[in-house]
């Protein structure tokens, strides 16, 4: 078994934490309070490709699309410096860019993917509604089909890049099967007359990254917006979550990881009854725990992201993955405001912002209670 990465991939982290730390770090604090993605920020990122890393080149992407691994890299070294960046990016390329690649015909791969991975276009994958969370069965916005155009009504809430994208994936109900619900998928362009931005969140935290409420009112979509099937929605939807998981895991990796640092460096330097703090071991039993959770978490992290490479079934390695990592995250980011004291309640300490963060990722994505149903649930029709 080898654990090492490859050069390209080693590359990839370098390269991706210099523009981190050069582009995003300088106005990650001021982003976070005045709840705004920097737009020159966003052009340089279009450059890098950080827009269309899982996205084969030909049709605009970085290429990536094989090595999982390197988008959770590059998702955890954006994560480390700005988790409202790496939530935007990972959001847009995993869950709305990758599945077009995945499930899309030719036609929608060359008018909506291109300008997604090129990142001229900012995407949203639309789940959640105001009945419907945890329980994706309970979808009530709904679409039929009136001549060669689907109608669409209703509402989704919480979507990631909601207010800014021009590219929806939006899972709308279609019909009804006996008791259950046939919900279908659809890539909705948020010029077509009828759709409308609602409420913007005011949040606890990633709180530069834009999460809205969605609007649709008598929206006609052409049928061939259908992503794969009529009635494939709840499949793709599983799907579409299970690969957005290890890169939300990823994001957890780089937060977990900066709190760590942030931590080292304090302990390091805080002198408390003549000595640095480092030296005390109720604070070095916390480095400790912290450096155990973060490796743990990319471990399972990068097993998820290799199992997907390599045509495995990966969804609840990647679920194990979101649940460890966002825990870690949370854990390690509770310490290091602990370790930083008063200090660590303070905006002028990034660990603050980090705690924050991190509370965030046990929620979105799937909670981490219905991580746990869900692994339960594989565990125990399978066993291990
Ligand atoms: C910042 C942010 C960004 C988001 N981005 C998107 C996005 O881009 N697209 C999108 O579609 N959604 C998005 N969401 C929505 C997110 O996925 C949901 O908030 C999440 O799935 C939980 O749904 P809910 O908030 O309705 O909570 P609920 O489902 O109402 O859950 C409430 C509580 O009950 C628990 N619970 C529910 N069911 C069970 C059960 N069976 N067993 C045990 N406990 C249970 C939950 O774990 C939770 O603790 C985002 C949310 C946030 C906060």
Not at 112 to 126: C, H, Q, R, S, T
Not at 232 to 258: E, H, K, N, P, T
Request: with cysteine; hydrophobic share 40%; glycine share 10%.
């Amino acid at each position: 078994m080898d654990f090492s990465l490859t050069e390209k991939q080693k590359m990839i982290r370098r390269v991706t934490r210099e523009f981190a730390e050069k582009h995003i770090a300088p106005i990650a604090e001021e982003s976070d309070q005045q709840s705004r993605l920097d737009p020159q920020v966003m052009e340089e990122m279009k450059k890098m490709g950080y827009f269309g890393t899982c996205i084969p080149k030909e049709y605009g992407g970085a290429g990536l699309h094989e090595d999982t691994i390197s988008f959770c890299i590059i998702t955890e070294e954006i994560g480390r410096i700005d988790a409202s960046w790496s939530i935007t990016t990972g959001v847009h390329a995993s869950v709305c860019a990758y599945p077009i690649y995945k499930f899309g015909t030719e036609e929608q791969k060359q008018k909506f993917l291109i300008p997604l991975a090129k990142g001229e276009k900012l995407g949203v994958f639309a789940l959640t509604e105001a009945n419907a969370g945890s329980d994706a069965g309970g979808v009530e916005t709904n679409a039929y089909l009136d001549g060669d155009e689907w109608v669409l009504n209703g509402s989704k809430i919480f979507a990631t890049n909601g207010g800014i994208a021009e590219t929806l994936l939006v899972v709308t109900k279609t019909g009804q099967k006996g008791k259950r619900k046939e919900l279908t998928v659809f890539i909705v362009d948020t010029n077509t007359p009828g759709y409308s931005v609602g409420v913007r969140e005011d949040k606890l935290g990633v709180r530069a990254s834009n999460t809205s409420e969605l609007v649709f009112q008598d929206v006609r979509i052409p049928k061939e917006n259908v992503l794969g099937s009529v009635g494939s929605g709840f499949r793709i939807g599983l799907q579409i979550l299970d690969y957005g998981r290890i890169l939300m895991a990823a994001q957890c990796v780089g937060l977990g990881q900066a709190a760590l640092e942030a931590s080292i460096k304090y302990a390091n330097e805080r002198v408390q009854f003549g000595r640095p703090i480092g030296s005390f071991q109720g604070v070095q039993w916390k480095i400790a725990d912290m450096g155990v959770a973060v490796e743990c978490a990319r471990l399972l992290t990068y097993q998820a992201a290799w199992m997907c490479d390599n045509g495995l079934e990966y969804g609840t390695m990647g679920s194990m993955a979101k649940l460890k990592a966002s825990e870690a995250a949370m854990q390690a980011t509770h310490d290091a405001v602990q370790i930083h004291g008063g200090y660590g309640l303070m905006k002028a300490y990034a660990v603050e912002r980090y705690f924050r963060d991190a509370k965030m990722a046990e929620i979105y994505e799937g909670t981490s209670e219905i991580q746990r149903m869900v692994i339960a649930q594989k565990l125990l029709r399978r066993g291990y």
